[in-house]
């Protein structure tokens, strides 16, 4: 009785909150209605995943889209039509809301749920760091840095004084920052601020040290989210703008978009990038032929190769993108903590194979030895096996 009348009163503080925002409107209230409103409506929906229109404002990357992708039937396929419809079944009960498979350029097998198109826009949550490790490459190319062993410190002034001065840009990158996460989730703490304040530069600067950099692996969002403001202080340019002109236009996409923490303000680059279902699988095939594109050099020579190497603090990690060379049955987001950890039933097939890893189970699988991008979209699902889908595929084009 007690738990729920707790309950109760959370809730209730929560609705009257809400209906306080909404009646005075985010314009009177500022910037700070602004993150009450994003406060209480994720907090009454789903925190971890709001729909689209939580995500306000949002800033367009501009596309340059002329034609879609090569498609033939899965009758032409080199794969079974029998192992396509195991991977749909797989899907379709674990809550998915697409499943793309291109094999050798063109697009072999598709399939669609809860109302999802191949042009349906879906929330890449994690996949958008690795857009970071995609523009810093570009920034070593335009004389923008010197290299990812440079000090971070060197770019950003804010931490030229002080005792992060030994954080390079390299350990962000390899998500072993060492700063201190907080796991407090009361609406002023700092974690909060990050995710839902409008001034997330301020709230991710200013985090503390807490262990030497580069020693623990440490999936978290602050890495990106530092990496996001250097690409954009040091290429002078939006993030945004940056992105299209390097990435996104060359790859022949849609526009796609960007959450802001505030209007004109800092774009979230730890997560929140929308972009269509398809163009996703414009990125994996520019991954998996090593920055290629169409016969097009969308990112530096080697940089892919630099990405995939393991890091020293995760041998199945390595530039803001997961690696799939050691087995292991749980894949945790950070070495000191065994919960949140990825299902692996089996080692994978292919020792190349690499991967971008989202919230709820979003996954992007790329093997270059196959030619082969896998993409499912959907909704978290706790028994996700993360070796079934590109082991099942990789098996039958081994027969």
Not at 343 to 368: C, N, T, W
């Amino acid at each position: 009785m007690i738990r729920q009348f707790f309950k109760f009163i959370l809730i209730s503080i929560v609705v009257v909150i809400f209906v306080i925002s909404s009646i005075i409107g985010s314009a009177s209230f500022g910037l700070f209605g602004l993150f009450w409103e994003r406060w209480t409506t994720a907090l009454m929906g789903n925190p971890l995943d709001p729909d689209f229109s939580w995500y306000q404002p949002l800033e367009r990357t501009q596309g340059n889209f002329l034609s879609p992708l090569e498609k033939i039937s899965p009758e032409q396929s080199e794969i079974a039509l029998e192992v396509f419809e195991e991977a749909r079944q797989y899907a379709e009960i674990h809550g998915s809301k697409s499943l793309v498979i291109q094999h050798k350029g063109k697009i072999v097998f598709e399939s669609y749920w809860q109302e999802t198109e191949p042009d349906s826009l879906f929330g890449l949550h994690s996949f958008t760091k690795t857009m970071n490790a995609l523009l810093v490459g570009h920034l070593i190319e335009d004389g923008f840095i010197d290299s990812i062993d440079d000090p971070v410190a060197n770019y950003i002034e804010e931490w030229r004084n002080g005792d992060k001065t030994n954080i390079t840009i390299k350990h962000l990158l390899h998500m072993s920052g060492g700063l201190k996460e907080s796991f407090d989730y009361s609406p002023f703490s700092d974690r909060i601020q990050r995710a839902y304040g409008t001034d997330i530069v301020s709230a991710n600067l200013n985090m503390d040290p807490e262990i030497k950099p580069g020693t623990v692996f440490s999936h978290n969002n602050y890495n990106s989210q530092i990496l996001g403001i250097l690409i954009q202080r040091t290429s002078g340019k939006r993030y945004s703008e940056y992105f299209s002109e390097k990435i996104w236009s060359p790859l022949g996409s849609r526009d796609a978009f960007f959450f802001v923490d505030r209007p004109n303000g800092m774009v979230h680059t730890d997560c929140c990038m929308w972009a269509s279902i398809s163009d996703m699988i414009r990125i994996g095939q520019m991954l998996m032929n090593k920055g290629y594109f169409m016969d097009r050099e969308v990112l530096p020579k080697n940089w892919v190769n630099q990405m995939i190497t393991p890091s020293d603090s995760n041998r199945n990690y390595g530039m803001q993108i997961w690696l799939g060379n050691e087995y292991q049955e749980r894949r945790a987001y950070d070495a000191r903590l065994t919960m949140y950890a990825n299902f692996h039933s089996e080692p994978y097939v292919a020792d190349d194979l690499f991967f971008m890893d989202g919230i709820g189970k979003q996954r992007m699988y790329i093997i270059p030895s196959e030619s082969l991008v896998i993409l499912r979209t959907g909704d978290n699902s706790p028994e996700w096996d993360d070796s079934k889908l590109p082991n099942l595929i990789l098996n039958a084009l081994k027969k």
